[in-house]
């Protein structure tokens, strides 16, 4: 690993108090006045070098001693407020990701860059210049480029590990204006999310911002840059440890499932263990499966037969029997290339990360993404997961036969601190097998309801359990212009306190399922 030099930007008030390098404790002279600028000018001057900014009233708690140990790619930000965000919570009625919602406790994904204290490499400001000018606003041209670049293949994080103590950091609240949320809006989302945004303030909050509104529209949309990351290889990339265990929960498709593993047979980098959760919900039935024990094969097979149908409780069966290096979540209906798991553990090794989600796609479906970036899910039939991350956790059994569970495994995950990256290859093709599942619908407790929940209540738990107050009352919003055409109220005020019912049926069931876990 090379040895980089280290270069902090101190401020106070928008102005720079000192540029330091932090290795040799040399002070840099710069001409630059503005922040922004500064930072560019230093990733010119050292073209392989880390560059920080921080706050000079926390100078003496700054934790950028051994920075390298942080970095695990070379395109990767790290900033730290414990406190507060530059744009407030409201920007939850625009964006329900999970980039929002930010765990201050933890290393968290996130775009929401912050000005206190923060780090990244000459190769990202280099890769953004000329794309991004620099803001006489520090802290927006921090979430600006952030917010654009995180799907780029920028790596973003909230990291705690800057400062040495953060109980020592005063709580400065930031004075959130909604001209600036308004203008965030405008130039980061398509342009209707600004009229959203101001009917939610008037749903929710009584308010008509209509002065925000029009101040932003004179703002260009930033949509559409590119960056080129070039330095995607990591800055601590070796050998890993790469034995792996793969779990996989099946019913009523035993030639798909034995088709899986015939492709796990051929792979040049064998499983070292295969746990395989088989449901059946008759009473007296046995197993279907012959093939696990009249073939021969070149990994241990630990067979698992259950009537209780379900696929959270399967895969949790299946994760209290997982003993090697890495999990491998799969369906019984995937297919994979011969070199897939070999190709899977170079990611893994070339990136540095304890969980990653594969391509899966189905036949002659369109390929969206084509890069390695940060993930908003989690795919519990096509990820990779360290083991020891997940002895701690489990599906919520709450989203049994609904939806939500592998989202919720993937958030589970990162505030335990483990990101999920998305990468496009190796590739895994998903069959949709038309057979297996369930015989019969499992009744659910609301069926019998007047008042139909909606949404369904299994997405409610999840938007309980991980989204702000912003967040669930913009998903309500969307959720009325949804439904509005193809429900029977035509009259928009009438529908809406009928939706309103309904949602908070939705609420209650959420909170019955969450009680019975």
């Keep these: 690993m090379d040895v980089r030099e280290l270069f902090v930007v101190f401020y106070s008030n928008d102005k ?18 503005n922040l922004s600028s500064c930072l560019f000018k230093l990733s010119a001057l050292f073209p392989k070098a880390y560059i920080g900014w921080c706050h000079i009233d926390v100078k003496e708690n700054a934790n950028f001693d051994n920075v390298e140990a942080f970095f695990k790619a070379k395109n990767t930000l790290l900033s730290y407020n414990p406190y507060t965000s530059f744009l407030s919570s409201k920007i939850g009625y625009v964006d329900e990701s999970i980039f929002v919602n930010c765990n201050k406790k933890v290393k968290y994904p996130t775009w ?12 990202v400001l280099c890769s953004i210049n000329k794309r991004i000018k620099p803001e006489i606003n520090f802290r927006y041209f921090l979430v600006s480029f952030s917010k654009l670049a995180i799907t780029e293949g920028l790596f973003c994080y909230s990291e705690p590990n800057l400062l040495k103590n953060v109980k020592l950091i005063q709580n400065k609240e930031n004075k959130h204006s909604n001209y ?8 980061h989302y398509k342009k209707r999310w600004l009229f959203l945004l101001m009917l939610n303030f008037f749903f929710y909050e009584r308010r008509v911002l209509f002065l925000p509104l029009l101040y932003s529209l004179f703002f260009r949309t930033r949509l559409g840059k590119v960056f080129d990351f070039k330095n995607e ?17 099946t019913i009523g498709r035993e030639k798909f499932l034995l088709d899986f593993l015939m492709d796990l047979e051929g792979q040049t980098h064998k499983p070292t263990k295969v746990i395989i959760v088989e449901q059946n919900l008759e009473e007296n039935s046995v197993s279907s499966l012959d093939f696990l024990v009249d073939r021969k094969w070149g990994f241990q097979i630990k067979h698992i037969f259950t009537h209780q149908a379900g696929a959270c409780n399967a895969r949790n069966l299946a994760l209290k029997e997982v003993e090697n290096d890495w999990v491998f979540f799969a369906d019984d209906d995937i297919r994979i290339d011969s070199n897939f798991i070999e190709e899977a553990f170079v990611q893994l090794a070339k990136n540095q990360v304890e969980a990653i989600t594969f391509g899966c796609y189905q036949k002659n479906q369109a390929r969206i993404y084509s890069k390695t970036f940060q993930w908003t899910g989690f795919g519990s039939g096509c990820s990779f997961v360290k083991s020891e991350r997940v002895k701690k956790i489990n599906f919520n059994l709450a989203y049994e036969f609904g939806f939500g569970e592998d989202g919720d495994f993937g958030m589970q995950l990162r505030n335990d601190g483990v990101d999920v990256l998305y990468c496009p290859t190796p590739e895994i093709l998903h069959l949709k097998a038309p057979v297996g599942g369930f015989r019969t619908k499992p009744a659910v407790l609301w069926k ?5 929940p909606k949404p369904s209540p299994t997405v409610m738990v999840y938007n309980l359990l991980h989204l702000s107050k912003e967040q669930q009352l913009g998903y309500k919003t969307i959720l009325f212009f949804k439904f509005y055409r193809n ?31």
């Design 180 to 187: 600036t949320l308004f203008r965030f809006v405008s130039q």
């Design 16 to 33: 720079i108090v000192e540029v330091l390098n932090w290795n040799s404790k040399e002070k840099i002279s710069v001409s630059e006045k």
């Design 112 to 123: 929401q860059a912050e000005s206190l204290i923060g780090v990244t490499t000459s190769e």
């Design 487 to 517: 429900q029977k109220i035509k009259n928009p005020i009438k529908y809406y306190f009928s939706l309103s019912k309904q949602w908070d049926k939705s609420i209650f069931w959420a909170k019955t399922l969450l009680s019975k876990v």
């Design 448 to 452: 019998e309801e007047l008042i139909q």
């Design 233 to 249: 290889e990591s800055t601590s990339a070796g050998e890993i440890k790469n034995k792996l265990d793969v779990i996989i929960p």
